[in-house]
């Protein structure tokens, strides 16, 4: 590799210094010098649309958008002079002029918008030319999104996002001249749409009202919120969020852009499942009384525990642990285990083979973000770990990473793929294709899930390391990826808590007379559990159950006592992510009601 | 007291919730002050509509019907010194959200479909006004020589705006002083 070559250039009369190929805008923010923008965004390819960004380059009589345009070597640049504050000025103008942008009216006011914020810039108090005032529809049909084309000053912030970060390309622009306008698929609604991911990020790239989160429109402007900075709980990737709060409830929630994680990138979970849907909250402790569940205190329901232990037998003893508590709950575990005869964590479908091995891959995201060839077996991206997705999506399209997937169920990731097949015993063909389309490969990346754990799975596992090993460089053996589905079960598998995935046979050992279930914040409050097979007879067999959860369900209706945990948003500590990062925790919020996070409750409940 | 003579300032309300107009009494004690240096004629607040000669008119709201289109240019052909105050002087603003349907459909929508009235018609009398197919701001029609945005714009920036131009300048606008909403 040859190292760029160094060019020197002026700005506004200032030495500055960039490398080949950056553009005046880059050099020109690397060298401190402002330039005002509204189409560009740091992360995506520049479009040079809106011309806010325009300098003049000495000796040349054109005006240039800085955004798009090579920085040269000895050139001098000019970026403020009354030329271009006239025509940025009438830049802004026209796009007030061409749409419906009424400020008074819109969920972006006082401080969210870009577009409010460029207007008082260059001093904008009128608009010099006559309003157009079309009449353009308004698409509130997706269940998060709403887009509103009014608002739109098309500056393919969002095409771009959804094409180069999601990697779904859902959005585009559609008709021609003043016409323009952003489309959805071939020009359905959001609701329609087959292809929207529903990741949010058009909304947190857009630099107007024109997208917006449906649930935290009119709710007051971002730019007055509290930011708390946490990890999501949805998935085990870990990823950072920026929660907004006002008043003691969530406003919005984002991406984090400083997390190394994911970038600010979001999928649908982290998004807007944990705060956008409704869910009824248990808030305060119940404990059963005639047949009927009572609200209680604290001290009341601790009571109540002790005495039904107390009363038992410790190898009737049993607590199972959802997969979502932090590091911290999980440390306590070990004061409080003397008291049972197991404790179990109940993972999801599939997942104890992964959990029975934990292995935390350092550098998968590293590793991902530069493959050349990715393969995919037994795991879920597309619904469980929506960011990784966006990852290999990109990979494909835009780097052409070669992407081979062994499913255990269709998803829109096989679209995408050189070959796609189920995780089934496979032929002499297969292995010749996957020769084919891997045999090249020079950074390949293998990511296995919950899925590849059968005995099949396995032994094709074994045999795709053992390919691509020899087709990577240097002969080195290929570590895989391990990617499971629950948040933090890897850090419970490595505690020592046995992950249960069939949970009626583990109930089943032996007769149980008190089960402790930490169902924390798990989105079903647990129910879960009681879908699978013979698990409901097995738990009404039971006296004493007690549920420690957020969320009211059916499982609360089998409880002796119900304690009432924190959600994600109201729990401070750490989680781990499936590369073994340890990841912080701060809450946004103080728990709801009476409920307390879950490390608390079992040391008061248990210590 | 000075026995300069006073300035004369005429204001008008057009198509718009007069909510300028109570941000221009929002500059409370400060009226005292103008009080001193202007004298108010025609204006929804002394009641008086017969616009006469006057150095400064203040204009709220925007143009929807022929009336309001004729008081603007009655108010631009007797004031030396013509501002527009609020949004919808400036942009059409939330008079302007009809502009996206049809005139004979808002008019239905207003007077017949509304919910709260029973068997309504469209007024047809000669001394309605009539409205305009499409809600404009006031420089569309005549010239516009100072602007006061805001919806409505706070006291604190039409004190300042109002300072201004009795000092004989143009008010500039900057992030710090101005608003859209």
């Known amino acids: ?607 | 007291m000075s026995d300069k003579p006073k300035i004369k300032v005429a204001t008008a309300w057009l198509g718009g919730c007069s909510g300028c107009h109570m941000s221009f009494l929002d500059l409370d004690e400060r009226l005292l002050d103008l009080a001193k240096l202007v004298e108010f004629t025609s204006s929804p607040i002394t009641d008086v509509k017969a616009i006469p000669e006057v150095d400064v008119g203040i204009v709220e709201g925007a143009v929807c019907n022929d009336e309001n289109e004729h008081v603007l240019r009655t108010m631009r052909s007797r004031c030396k010194v013509l501002v527009a105050l609020g949004d919808c002087a400036l942009t059409g603003n939330i008079p302007a959200l009809r502009n996206r349907e049809k005139l004979a459909d808002v008019l239905e929508r207003a007077y017949v479909e509304s919910e709260s009235t029973q068997a309504g018609e469209v007024p047809g009398a000669p001394v309605v006004p009539k409205l305009q197919t499409k809600v404009r701001p006031i420089q569309e029609f005549v010239k516009v020589d100072a602007h006061i945005p805001g919806c409505p714009p706070d006291a604190d920036a039409i004190w300042y705006a109002v300072t201004e131009l009795l000092a004989g300048r143009q008010p500039e606008w900057t992030p710090t002083n101005m608003r859209y909403d």
């Open chain 1, 1 to 607: 590799m040859i190292a760029p070559k160094e060019i020197t250039l002026t700005i506004d009369g200032k030495a500055c210094r960039g490398t080949q190929g950056q553009t005046i805008l880059q050099v020109a923010g690397a060298n401190g010098v402002e330039i005002p923008t509204l189409c560009w965004l740091k992360h995506l390819s520049p479009w040079g649309g809106c011309r806010v960004c325009i300098v003049e380059i000495q000796g040349s009589p054109k005006v240039v958008p800085s955004c798009s345009t090579p920085a040269m070597d000895g050139s001098a640049i000019i970026t403020n002079s009354p030329r271009l504050q006239g025509l940025r000025r009438l830049t802004v103008e026209l796009l007030f002029s061409e749409r419906n942008h009424f400020c008074p009216m819109c969920p972006m006011n006082k401080g969210d918008c870009d577009l409010q914020q460029q207007g008082y810039k260059f001093g904008i108090d009128s608009i010099r030319y006559p309003y157009l005032y079309p009449s353009l529809p308004l698409d509130l049909s997706g269940k998060y999104l709403g887009l509103d084309h009014n608002r739109c000053i098309l500056c393919t912030r969002c095409v771009r996002t959804c094409d180069e970060v999601e990697g779904v390309h859902t959005l585009d622009i559609g008709n021609r001249g003043v016409k323009n306008q952003i489309v959805v698929d071939l020009n359905v609604t959001f609701g329609m749409s087959t292809t929207c991911t529903s990741c949010g990020a058009c909304v947190t790239a857009c630099p107007t009202g024109a997208l917006f989160d449906k649930a935290a429109a009119f709710h007051g402007p971002l730019v007055k919120c509290r930011q708390t900075r946490t990890t999501c709980s949805e998935c085990p990737v870990g990823c950072g969020l920026v929660v907004y709060t006002k008043d003691d409830r969530i406003v919005d929630v984002f991406g984090d852009a400083e997390s190394p994680v994911n970038r600010g990138h979001l999928c649908r979970r982290g998004r807007y499942d944990t705060w956008a849907e409704p869910r009824p909250r248990i808030r305060q402790p119940m404990v059963r009384r005639d047949g009927k569940l009572v609200p209680t205190s604290w001290g009341d329901a601790t009571r109540t525990i002790r005495t039904l232990i107390s009363a038992s037998n410790d190898w009737q003893n049993a607590m199972l642990i959802s997969p979502r508590v932090t590091n911290e709950t999980i440390r306590a575990l070990h004061g409080i285990g003397v008291r049972f005869d197991r404790i179990g964590a109940f993972v999801a479908d599939k997942e104890a083979g992964i959990c029975t091995s934990p292995e935390f891959s350092t550098d998968a995201l590293v590793r991902l973000q530069d493959a050349d060839a990715i393969v995919l077996v037994g795991a879920e991206p597309s619904r469980n770990q929506g960011v990784i997705a966006a990852k290999i999506r990109t990979a494909v399209r835009r780097r052409g990473a070669r992407l081979v997937i062994l499913h255990s169920r269709r998803s829109d990731l096989d679209t995408y793929a050189d070959i796609s097949v189920p995780v089934v015993s496979l032929e002499r063909k297969f292995w010749k294709q996957v020769g084919d389309v891997l045999g090249s490969a020079k950074r390949p990346v293998l990511i296995y899930g919950p899925a590849a754990m059968s005995a099949v799975g396995v032994t094709i596992l074994d045999r795709l390391i053992k390919t691509l090993s020899s087709a990577g460089n240097g002969g080195e053996m290929l570590a895989p990826i391990q990617l499971p589905t629950s948040t933090n079960s890897l850090a419970l598998a490595a505690a020592g808590v046995e992950p249960v995935e069939d949970v009626s046979t583990w109930l089943a050992v032996q007769p149980l007379s008190f089960l402790h279930i930490v169902a924390s914040d798990e989105p079903d409050g647990g129910a879960r559990l009681l879908k699978e097979p013979h698990v409901r007879p097995l738990l009404e067999q039971i006296d004493n159950i007690v549920v420690q959860a957020s969320y009211e369900s059916e499982l609360t209706q089998l409880a002796r006592v119900v304690l009432p945990a924190a959600i994600w948003c109201e729990k401070s500590g750490t989680t781990t992510n499936f590369e073994g990062r340890t990841l912080p925790l701060q809450a946004a919020l103080p728990p709801t009601g009476e409920a307390r996070e879950d490390k608390a409750i079992l040391e008061m409940v248990f210590a």
